[in-house]
């Protein structure tokens, strides 16, 4: 033993009868909640709480879970569409306002004339009474060039006219206004979408695939592993044997050749995928297919172990099928590393997604994905670098956030550094 | 020990085998075929003629027969011709290899070189200021994308600074007079590549080499050199530092997998002419020849290197036996 623990351990012996004293003096209440065995999961959220990146990590995983689900809402309130492209304003820098482009302007209000014919007409005659614009004259249009004409003239202009008119319910009317003049707090990207919107959006795809694989993958890894160290002997062997070879592999390589095959050359398979989550689908079985082998040998070992223990033979003398031994008194055993091992592989499920989307063979645009989000970025980096900076931050922000509560979670389920 | 390698080489050997012919399976569901482009850039073409360079190319045969032939063509030296670039595949591979060599190995270097002092350091230092932020930096290193690090270096370096070259291989159109300017050259257009290789491959080591160092210090043998009044030195480097080498020997040949694809990005981003980038250019391009041909080579470079890796293991660990 060194010198330091010795110190550390009369230091404690010195302190013990301080303790001792105050132990006495708890009051009935206290020594009873002392006194009562915590719960599993406290005793892990507890140790968790100590690795304080972890924790923070937690939150900021939290954070980004609830934008991306609130995806919609985020639409609703801001108006921003992940799909709206406004090639006017192309590679603007971050916090900017863009204005519509006149195709845009021009299908609006024929939007306004379709969904409110009585108003557009009312307001046309008017504008044409007032003489206020002086248009030919359409009259199998009913005056409607007047409008066109009107919302081409810049913001201020158009409200004074319709101030000036003395019908003033053209309420309709002035909010499509509003719609044109668009804030973009990250800017926009080479079509001129809202990159913040494509951000959130990209959430939902990024992490939702990562999550997806993580858990998929950790579920067929469980199986393999579990029936190969429950049965050992041959099956063991193959099982591993095609787990070890996987492992072997280079994951990028394989990865690029699997998702550059295109489904419609196999007819079986296009059948049954809706074409527009066709690329998330086939990315999520691919990273599936080879992402489960960790899993799979965790499982494997710890099985190999409880096998042994004195609870399974009392199982199987209890007359237990295979079945309720492995799924009833094995698993509860290895969940703790498995959650381990799925939230770190979320961070790494992530990174594959992301690099591949940014080869081009993953996630298909106009679908946003982190790593899409930055495919052509080479080029986009010489027009505006947040394109390709943000992204990627998220990327990275997220895969740490993953990796330190991976962490932080195999320091607490580890019964060696639980303290109590 | 003999018989144990020649085990794991026959199944290496097996493991390429199966992945050439799931890779040459793959390849036949990839879009477009040599011949749909040959129709497409040649719109006066008639049926006859597709049918006629259809069997030139034996592409009216099922795919387990093509492959055969194409083992067989392999086997015997040839492998076939590159429809891009319009050179024999072993005249491009030559150089492509050596490229993705130098910089797997830089960067290699480049890892150890940083991850050994750091990583010794927070190991004897458990719970030190420096020990927190190597954890912290090797947890940023892990996470972050390599090719979005190589983008990022793009515009510090090339974009704003203006200091290193953004992409490729070497300066094109330039001779050089001596060799010294030829190497200043290729190490101007490695640094970038090289750093956003590293990083990952730095963090990832850094936390073995902790916690192996960690668990070496933790041997009775090494508090029984300290007993013996041994310099702290020749405890730390002698008793410790040689026994953790051990499983690093393992983690440091295995991590020649990860350089490898990592070296796709990585050559991706920069535009650097190596074998990855050579996989993806072809597979996107529907050159077969070189694809396979690419992605067999580096696949079995990686194989060997995880056989090396155990044979290894076994030569710095005695207590290790081969049955």
């Given at each position: 033993?060194?010198?330091?623990?010795?110190?550390?351990?009369?230091?404690?012996?010195?302190?013990?009868?301080?303790?001792?004293?105050?132990?006495?003096?708890?009051?009935?209440?206290?020594?009873?909640?002392?006194?009562?065995?915590?719960?599993?999961?406290?005793?892990?959220?507890?140790?968790?709480?100590?690795?304080?990146?972890?924790?923070?990590?937690?939150?900021?995983?939290?954070?980004?879970?609830?934008?991306?689900?609130?995806?919609?809402?985020?639409?609703?309130?801001?108006?921003?569409?992940?799909?709206?492209?406004?090639?006017?304003?192309?590679?603007?820098?971050?916090?900017?306002?863009?204005?519509?482009?006149?195709?845009?302007?021009?299908?609006?209000?024929?939007?306004?004339?379709?969904?409110?014919?009585?108003?557009?007409?009312?307001?046309?005659?008017?504008?044409?009474?007032?003489?206020?614009?002086?248009?030919?004259?359409?009259?199998?249009?009913?005056?409607?060039?007047?409008?066109?004409?009107?919302?081409?003239?810049?913001?201020?202009?158009?409200?004074?006219?319709?101030?000036?008119?003395?019908?003033?319910?053209?309420?309709?009317?002035?909010?499509?206004?509003?719609?044109?003049?668009?804030?973009?707090?990250?800017?926009?990207?080479?079509?001129?979408?809202?990159?913040?919107?494509?951000?959130?959006?990209?959430?939902?795809?990024?992490?939702?695939?990562?999550?997806?694989?993580?858990?998929?993958?950790?579920?067929?890894?469980?199986?393999?592993?579990?029936?190969?160290?429950?049965?050992?002997?041959?099956?063991?062997?193959?099982?591993?044997?095609?787990?070890?070879?996987?492992?072997?592999?280079?994951?990028?390589?394989?990865?690029?050749?699997?998702?550059?095959?295109?489904?419609?050359?196999?007819?079986?398979?296009?059948?049954?995928?809706?074409?527009?989550?066709?690329?998330?689908?086939?990315?999520?079985?691919?990273?599936?297919?080879?992402?489960?082998?960790?899993?799979?040998?965790?499982?494997?070992?710890?099985?190999?172990?409880?096998?042994?223990?004195?609870?399974?033979?009392?199982?199987?003398?209890?007359?237990?099928?295979?079945?309720?031994?492995?799924?009833?008194?094995?698993?509860?055993?290895?969940?703790?590393?498995?959650?381990?091992?799925?939230?770190?592989?979320?961070?790494?499920?992530?990174?594959?997604?992301?690099?591949?989307?940014?080869?081009?063979?993953?996630?298909?645009?106009?679908?946003?994905?982190?790593?899409?989000?930055?495919?052509?970025?080479?080029?986009?980096?010489?027009?505006?670098?947040?394109?390709?900076?943000?992204?990627?931050?998220?990327?990275?922000?997220?895969?740490?956030?993953?990796?330190?509560?991976?962490?932080?979670?195999?320091?607490?389920?580890?019964?060696?550094?639980?303290?109590? | 020990?003999?018989?144990?390698?020649?085990?794991?080489?026959?199944?290496?050997?097996?493991?390429?085998?199966?992945?050439?012919?799931?890779?040459?399976?793959?390849?036949?569901?990839?879009?477009?075929?040599?011949?749909?482009?040959?129709?497409?850039?040649?719109?006066?073409?008639?049926?006859?003629?597709?049918?006629?360079?259809?069997?030139?190319?034996?592409?009216?045969?099922?795919?387990?027969?093509?492959?055969?032939?194409?083992?067989?063509?392999?086997?015997?030296?040839?492998?076939?011709?590159?429809?891009?670039?319009?050179?024999?595949?072993?005249?491009?591979?030559?150089?492509?290899?050596?490229n993705?060599?130098v910089l797997?190995?830089m960067?290699?270097?480049?890892?150890?070189?940083?991850?050994?002092?750091?990583?010794?350091?927070?190991?004897?230092?458990?719970?030190?200021?420096?020990?927190?932020?190597?954890?912290?930096?090797?947890?940023?290193?892990?996470?972050?994308?390599?090719?979005?690090?190589?983008?990022?270096?793009i515009?510090?370096f090339s974009?704003?600074?203006?200091?290193l070259p953004a992409g490729g291989t070497e300066t094109i159109?330039v001779?050089?007079?001596?060799?010294?300017?030829f190497f200043k050259d290729r190490a101007l257009y490695l640094i970038l590549p090289v750093?956003?290789?590293?990083?990952?491959?730095?963090?990832?080591?850094?936390?073995?080499?902790?916690?192996?160092?960690?668990?070496?210090?933790?041997?009775?043998?090494?508090?029984?050199?300290?007993?013996?009044?041994?310099?702290?030195?020749?405890?730390?480097?002698?008793?410790?530092?040689?026994?953790?080498?051990?499983?690093?020997?393992?983690?440091?040949?295995?991590?020649?997998?990860?350089?490898?694809?990592?070296?796709?990005?990585?050559e991706?981003?920069f535009a650097y002419q190596g074998?990855?980038?050579?996989?993806?250019?072809?597979?996107?391009?529907?050159?077969?020849?070189?694809?396979?041909?690419?992605?067999?080579?580096?696949?079995?470079?990686?194989?060997?290197?995880?056989?090396?890796?155990?044979?290894?293991?076994?030569?710095?660990?005695?207590?290790?036996?081969?049955?």
């Amino acid at each position: 033993m060194d010198l330091q623990t010795q110190e550390s351990l009369t230091h404690n012996n010195q302190k013990d009868p301080n303790m001792a004293s105050t132990h006495s003096s708890l009051n009935e209440s206290e020594r009873k909640a002392l006194e009562q065995a915590l719960p599993m999961w406290k005793i892990v959220f507890n140790q968790f709480k100590e690795h304080k990146m972890a924790f923070y990590s937690a939150f900021v995983i939290l954070f980004f879970l609830i934008v991306a689900l609130s995806a919609e809402l985020i639409t609703k309130v801001t108006g921003l569409d992940p799909n709206r492209q406004n090639v006017g304003a192309r590679y603007l820098a971050p916090m900017s306002r863009a204005q519509a482009t006149d195709d845009i302007k021009e299908s609006a209000v024929e939007v306004y004339i379709n969904q409110h014919p009585d108003e557009a007409k009312k307001l046309a005659t008017e504008l044409k009474a007032q003489n206020i614009l002086i248009v030919d004259t359409d009259t199998e249009n009913e005056n409607q060039d007047a409008l066109y004409d009107l919302i081409m003239k810049p913001d201020e202009e158009v409200k004074a006219t319709l101030a000036k008119l003395q019908n003033v319910n053209y309420s309709n009317y002035e909010a499509i206004l509003k719609t044109f003049s668009t804030y973009h707090v990250f800017g926009t990207d080479e079509v001129g979408r809202d990159v913040l919107i494509r951000l959130v959006y990209g959430a939902r795809v990024s992490i939702g695939v990562g999550i997806m694989v993580a858990l998929s993958s950790a579920l067929i890894g469980l199986l393999i592993g579990g029936i190969a160290g429950f049965y050992g002997g041959k099956i063991d062997m193959a099982l591993m044997r095609v787990t070890d070879a996987l492992l072997s592999l280079p994951t990028i390589p394989i990865l690029i050749v699997f998702s550059a095959v295109d489904l419609s050359k196999l007819p079986a398979i296009k059948q049954m995928m809706n074409p527009s989550y066709e690329s998330i689908i086939k990315m999520f079985v691919i990273m599936c297919l080879f992402s489960w082998m960790t899993v799979a040998r965790l499982v494997r070992g710890s099985i190999l172990s409880l096998r042994e223990r004195e609870f399974v033979l009392a199982a199987k003398t209890l007359g237990a099928t295979d079945a309720t031994i492995i799924l009833r008194h094995m698993f509860p055993n290895v969940i703790a590393p498995m959650l381990v091992a799925i939230t770190l592989g979320v961070g790494s499920s992530i990174i594959y997604e992301s690099a591949l989307s940014f080869l081009g063979l993953g996630i298909m645009p106009p679908t946003p994905s982190w790593g899409n989000m930055l495919n052509n970025a080479q080029e986009v980096i010489y027009k505006n670098v947040w394109l390709t900076v943000l992204p990627g931050l998220m990327i990275f922000i997220t895969t740490v956030s993953f990796n330190f509560v991976g962490d932080g979670l195999q320091d607490a389920v580890d019964p060696k550094s639980i303290k109590r | 020990m003999g018989t144990y390698i020649l085990r794991r080489l026959i199944q290496t050997v097996i493991v390429i085998g199966l992945i050439s012919y799931m890779c040459f399976y793959l390849m036949t569901l990839m879009p477009g075929d040599p011949v749909e482009l040959m129709i497409q850039s040649n719109p006066r073409i008639t049926s006859e003629d597709i049918a006629r360079l259809r069997e030139l190319y034996n592409l009216d045969q099922p795919a387990y027969v093509r492959y055969f032939s194409w083992a067989k063509d392999i086997m015997s030296g040839d492998l076939g011709y590159s429809r891009t670039y319009r050179v024999p595949v072993q005249e491009l591979m030559g150089p492509r290899l050596k490229n993705t060599f130098v910089l797997s190995f830089m960067a290699l270097l480049t890892s150890l070189l940083i991850a050994l002092p750091f990583g010794i350091y927070s190991a004897l230092k458990p719970g030190s200021r420096v020990d927190y932020f190597v954890n912290f930096f090797s947890f940023g290193g892990i996470s972050i994308p390599s090719f979005w690090l190589g983008l990022m270096l793009i515009i510090i370096f090339s974009v704003q600074l203006g200091v290193l070259p953004a992409g490729g291989t070497e300066t094109i159109g330039v001779d050089h007079e001596s060799t010294w300017s030829f190497f200043k050259d290729r190490a101007l257009y490695l640094i970038l590549p090289v750093i956003s290789l590293s990083v990952q491959q730095i963090g990832v080591f850094v936390r073995y080499i902790r916690s192996s160092m960690m668990e070496a210090m933790r041997n009775d043998f090494i508090r029984t050199a300290k007993a013996k009044g041994l310099s702290r030195f020749v405890v730390v480097w002698k008793h410790g530092f040689r026994n953790a080498l051990i499983p690093l020997i393992t983690i440091f040949a295995l991590s020649f997998s990860g350089l490898f694809s990592g070296a796709i990005l990585t050559e991706t981003v920069f535009a650097y002419q190596g074998v990855g980038k050579l996989v993806y250019d072809s597979i996107m391009s529907n050159d077969y020849n070189v694809a396979m041909i690419s992605f067999i080579i580096s696949v079995s470079m990686v194989l060997l290197m995880n056989l090396l890796a155990d044979i290894l293991y076994g030569f710095a660990d005695p207590r290790i036996s081969y049955t």
